[in-house]
């Protein structure tokens, strides 16, 4: 026979290349379908909650789920800040709204306002450089495009700055999945939350811990919090690629073990790692009502077609899975048994959960629970269930197409 004749290796390395030529081809097509997508995209409507606040122990909480209510709040609360404002960003767009976010924070550096900006330049390399040119008086550090010099390759220098945070004045901290720009202002459905109380002490020492983190920078190293205390309800958990440390993931596992009734995640991504996979389909398995929220088609994808990977095992181990329709859905939020909650910037995938740097505040409350089940429930009428019969059912190109990229779920 004349496979006998042909060498082990030279068997592999045919294989390896048809497969990386499989892969190509289907990447480049899905690049063509993304791009005819966007340029035909329809005008984006989407149920809405407005902001609502609620007493969680000694704090407030106040939950957005559009764009336009939490930048006129944010812009609002840099307008009055009296003594420093941090903030810190991954997207950072160079158009309207962002222009109005750096107005706004150009004008309080002018009439006093100690002004801290931390950035990540892998996000932005579309934005104009001129763009993050800032005056004198602000302090700005820049996440790298690539870290740790020649020690570029140690996963303690690896990792994007995926975090969002604007504290302001030791008073109000907001926290959560938006970036900063038009498109989110309006087209994307994405949730972020505003804190005050002792959980702002927190916030604003997970803030100066990253920034004085090296590289060195220009501006002098913050002095540590002075007003943190131990906080009942509330959690701040970071994922910090630097020192190894990476509780958000941890955070997660112990909650959908703990629970009882339900389970209701809303993410705009969904590559969970096997662990994680365990957690939900051992949740369903004890009767759990695991419900998950997923972005029927999201900005990216690539990203799309890895998660559909999990769909099947999940499907058939009794998690029921819904599709948001007609805009993307960027929230990284979850509540169980009407009592856990969680609010922040880590997606349900590797790079979150074990790359990047990331942060989410841990509320252990009725009130905030009740209203982020309100919110799902919103989110929830503008969703179609998929079935595992439906899942099944797909094309045969569809699903060879799926299999060929998963290779790809250990890099998302």
């Not at 791009?35 to 989407?46: A, G, L």
């Not at 339900?262 to 590559?271: N, Q």
């Not at 759990?288 to 999940?314: C, M």
Request: hydrophobic share 45%.
């Amino acid at each position: 026979m004349w496979w006998r004749r042909v060498p082990v290796r030279k068997i592999l390395g045919r294989v390896a290349l048809t497969t990386l030529a499989a892969q190509a081809v289907t990447l480049a097509a899905l690049a063509v379908v993304d791009n005819n997508r966007k340029r035909h995209r329809r005008p984006v409507v989407f149920p809405r909650v407005p902001p609502r606040t609620v007493t969680a122990g000694g704090s407030e909480v106040t939950i957005y789920t559009y764009g336009e209510d939490l930048y006129a709040d944010m812009l609002t609360a840099i307008e009055h800040a009296r003594e420093q404002i941090f903030f810190e960003t991954f997207i950072w767009k160079g158009d309207e709204i962002g222009q109005r976010f750096k107005d706004a924070l150009t004008a309080a550096a002018d009439r006093g306002v100690q002004v801290y900006l931390v950035y990540d330049v892998f996000a932005n390399l579309v934005v104009p450089p001129s763009f993050f040119r800032f005056a004198e008086s602000i302090h700005v550090k820049r996440h790298p495009l690539v870290g740790g010099g020649w020690r570029f390759l140690n996963p303690r220098y690896s990792g994007r700055n995926h975090r969002k945070l604007l504290i302001i004045d030791h008073d109000v901290a907001y926290i959560g999945g938006y970036n900063v720009g038009s498109l989110y202002a309006t087209d994307w459905r994405d949730t972020h939350a505003r804190l005050t109380g002792d959980i702002v002490g927190e916030m604003e020492n997970a803030f100066i811990d990253y920034w004085n983190m090296p590289p060195a920078r220009k501006a002098p190293a913050l002095p540590d919090a002075s007003n943190r205390t131990w906080v009942p309800n509330f959690r701040v958990h970071r994922n910090i690629p630097r020192h190894f440390v990476y509780p958000i993931r941890g955070m997660y596992l112990e909650a959908i073990d703990r629970a009882k009734d339900h389970v209701y995640l809303t993410h705009a991504y969904l590559v969970p790692d096997e662990d994680f996979l365990h957690a939900l389909l051992a949740a369903a398995k004890r009767g759990v009502e695991v419900r998950i929220i997923v972005p029927a088609q999201s900005n990216h994808i690539v990203a799309d077609w890895i998660s559909r990977g999990f769909y099947k095992t999940l499907l058939a181990g009794g998690v029921r899975l819904f599709l948001y329709q007609g805009a993307m859905v960027h929230a990284k939020t979850a509540t169980i048994d009407g009592q856990w909650s969680t609010i922040g910037t880590a997606n349900i995938d590797r790079l979150s959960l074990t790359g990047n740097y990331e942060i989410n505040v841990e509320i252990i409350n009725e009130r905030v629970a009740r209203e982020l089940e309100e919110i799902f429930a919103v989110d929830s009428s503008n969703t179609i269930e998929l079935t595992l019969e439906q899942w099944q059912s797909r094309h045969l190109v569809v699903k060879a197409s799926e299999l060929i990229l998963s290779p790809y779920r250990s890099l998302i």
